[in-house]
């Protein structure tokens, strides 16, 4: 078989388990927002509705039961109305069953059509640098199917993007990189290997670059899955303090004494906490300003932060932390709490 065909043949097998997502509001809903006043009498995109389309994104069925996978930022806009179209171009409704920020991940149920396929999920731990991959989408959320070709460019990587159309940004951790073309519309649909087989949820791509875009390894969203069949929502483990993993450069602006581990601090934003009232972290004495240097052992890096330590943990586990003080080192025990 060429490489041709191979890649015909995953995209066969895929192709029948992406949907379409769109994003829509009523006109009224959109008063305030709109560049100006009257906007009745100007062209604007709208579905067989009459609703404003706002946009789009993609994603891909895995279960017999309706779920579908897709990025958290697709549907992050609680009063838009979101639309699913299948590959012969029939909707229905969704319902948002569970998102996960930190990882970018959202789960949805709708009816399936009547053609549709599970996705098969591969497995995104034995990934090499130069794997060839297929990233399929909703192209600018007009072409559907969309497909790409391109290798696997880099591992683990650390991004900033942005998670909403207000601007906010959320760091993503432990991504492909890839040099298939993901496009905006494409977030939220399947990265394959030539197995047809789903091993990232396409989510990001630098702007004013050449084909540099981003996964998320689909290992991250398989507990997730896993989680809402059993539990009905995705379970994940609480400390229930903000951050900042140090570096060389954050140790000299802050004048600290070393530089690696989480430092506790809080966001300028009025009412925030660097420690949750009521969370395991007070609890166990945790302040703004300590740095904590390893859990469970394992010292904090910006490479293996915190959370990639917590990666393997479940609510009600028992964690060691230990953290610097001044110039004093303590080891304390909590008992996670469940993410809300």
């Known amino acids: 078989m060429t490489h041709e065909e191979e890649i015909i043949r995953a ?14 509001k009523h006109l009224e809903e959109m008063e305030g927002t709109l560049p100006f006043k009257n906007m009745t009498d100007v062209m604007i995109p709208k579905d067989e509705d009459g609703n404003v389309r706002l946009g789009g994104g993609s994603g891909f069925i895995i279960s017999d039961d309706g779920l579908v996978l897709t990025n958290k930022h697709v549907i992050v806009d609680p009063d838009a109305h979101y639309t699913i179209f299948d590959q012969e171009g029939n909707k229905s409704d969704l319902t948002i069953l569970a998102c996960y920020p930190i990882h970018d991940v959202a789960i949805l149920k709708t009816t399936l059509p009547e053609n549709y396929r599970v996705a098969p999920l591969g497995d995104s731990r034995t990934l090499r640098l130069g794997q060839t991959v297929i990233a399929i989408g909703n192209a600018l959320g007009e072409f559907q199917s969309s497909v790409s070709t391109g290798v696997v460019s880099g591992l683990s990587r650390l991004i900033t993007a942005i ?15 890839t040099d298939a073309a993901i496009n905006p519309g494409n977030s939220g ?4 290997n030539m197995n047809g087989e789903v091993i990232g949820i396409n989510a990001a791509v630098v702007f004013g ?14 507990r997730d899955i896993t989680d809402i069949q059993k539990y009905g929502r995705i379970r994940r483990p609480f400390i229930g303090i903000r951050y900042m993993l140090l570096n060389t450069a954050l140790q000299q602006h802050f004048k600290l004494p070393i530089n690696y581990g989480a430092l ?10 660097a420690v949750v009232p009521g969370s395991a972290a007070e609890s166990a004495g945790i302040r703004d300003g300590d740095i904590i240097l390893a859990c469970n052992g394992k010292t904090i890096t910006e490479k293996n932060s915190l959370e990639d330590i917590l990666e393997n943990t479940i609510p009600g586990d028992q964690i060691s932390l230990t953290y610097l003080r001044g110039a004093e080192k303590e080891t304390v025990q909590l008992k996670l709490n469940e993410w809300k």
Do not use: Y
């Open 11 to 24: 995209v066969e097998k895929i192709l029948p388990s992406v949907v379409s997502i769109t994003i829509t």
């Open 163 to 177: 998670s909403d159309m207000s601007g906010h940004q959320e760091r993503l951790r432990g991504l492909i990189q």
């Open 209 to 222: 670059a050449q084909n540099i875009g981003f996964a998320i390894p689909i290992e991250k969203a398989k």
């Open 264 to 273: 506790v601090v809080r966001e300028p934003i009025p009412g925030d906490h």
């Open 189 to 192: 649909g399947p990265l394959v």
